[in-house]
């Protein structure tokens, strides 16, 4: 490390929501050149206390040192003036618009008369792309990548600030691994070139491999900071939740019944090639594969959310064809990745979000929504997942931390009791106990009976809670594991069986 000069001290910073405070006297210091690991619970007080630092909420109590002047910015523009760069864990595009554009959204490079000078712009998105090694082009529209390339548009789009702190907020939770290697020695040479960051994640093997000293977080208080050498993952886990986690996938034996779901011979475009599924009751199966395999395309092909070119599906017997509208009626659940922009209405209330899906079952006698009933089935939702919100009808889903919003799209669709569940990286961006509460809730839809189609990137937890695996690659299923036969080089060697010449 580059000297022990302190660039960054905030000292006893306290923050309120509608009355409810979120953070109690934080104090946490950054140093020249230092990688900080930032890990908690979900709703611990993170991103919050991330937020008033880039900006964007102010602090009620406390005080911020910037190269020890006192900091208290009002907007993020006066972050930015400031040297700090954040990298929110939710992205901040305008899909509509192009790569370069988004990338200088906040400066477009202007002429004499304020032209923009398009070529310049184009050029400059050009170096940052061509660094990364991103599959685009400058003048491709955002709507048309894919999240994890969207997720490397907006590192690079804060790298471009050429800032003296950098806060990563979850910045791994849509990349590849090669992607995310890339991103670590980025990191690593900003670090060498005496950059502060501030690195917050959930995956503590990261924080170990990456961080320099961590400092943890739980319920809006700092439980303890300390180097990584000092801090193993059974600490930090403990640290962060309160108690001990022995059993971090808590897999149980069910009766798996009858076939109660078959997709065959599935088709969409080149993303899709071909698939055929069969899900029974009671079973949870597992979908992995690496980026690019045809997962989420499958998923959304699947409930409709996409159109198929060719393919079959039944459902308890009878033939259905896929909508969203008939998935719902026909009891068919689904959560998409992007729990942003296709998963919640953002600015709209935490009670109105989990009633959603069922809001036609609500209705009175004069079509009018029993707000006595909605209320009631909220609060059920809110005890059962442990949602934390200050306020269901007053509290916006925009401002809920990230687990939080994901518990809050889960419920949305338990509240149906959906007889099939299909969940696209359900657990993305969620801290260890939530991930936890969101597999036992899995487990108990199971027990009850439902089918679980659950992918995700992450083959460990796909071992650890399913009865099967499926693995894509290439848009074709090439593989179909038994929990008794899991080895994790056949999983991986299937994952790439296909068009990895």
Known sequence: MSGETMVLEMSDISKSFFGAQVLFEISLNLKKGEILGLVGENGAGKSTLMNILGGVFPYDNGEILLNGSKYKPETPKDAQKAGIAFIHQELNMFTNLSVAENMFIDALPAGKFFNVKFQEMSARAQEFIDRFELQTTPKTKVEALPMGTRQMLEIAKALMLKANIMIFDEPTTSLSQREKDKLFNIIRDLKNNNVSIIYISHIIEDIHMLCDRV?????????GTGSTGELDRNTIIKMMVGRELKQVYPYVPKNIGEVIYTAGGVNCGDSVKNASIELRSGEIVGLF?????GRTELARALFGADKMDSGEIAFIKRQIKPSPQ???RNEIAFITEDRRHEGLLM????????VLAKLDRMLGKLGIVDRKTESAEAANSIASLRIRTSDKDRQLAKNLSGGNQQKVVIGKWIICDPKLFIMDEPTRGVDIGAKYEIYSLINDMALKGSAILFISSEMEELMGVCDRILVMSDGAITADIDRSEYN???????AMQRGKD
């Open 347 to 354: 600015s709209k209330s935490v009670q109105t979000n989990l």
């Open 289 to 293: 594969g690496l980026m690019g395999a």
């Open 326 to 328: 008939n998935c719902i």
């Open 215 to 223: 400092t943890v977080l739980r319920d809006g208080r700092v439980i």
């Open 488 to 494: 994790p080089e056949v999983i991986m060697t299937s």
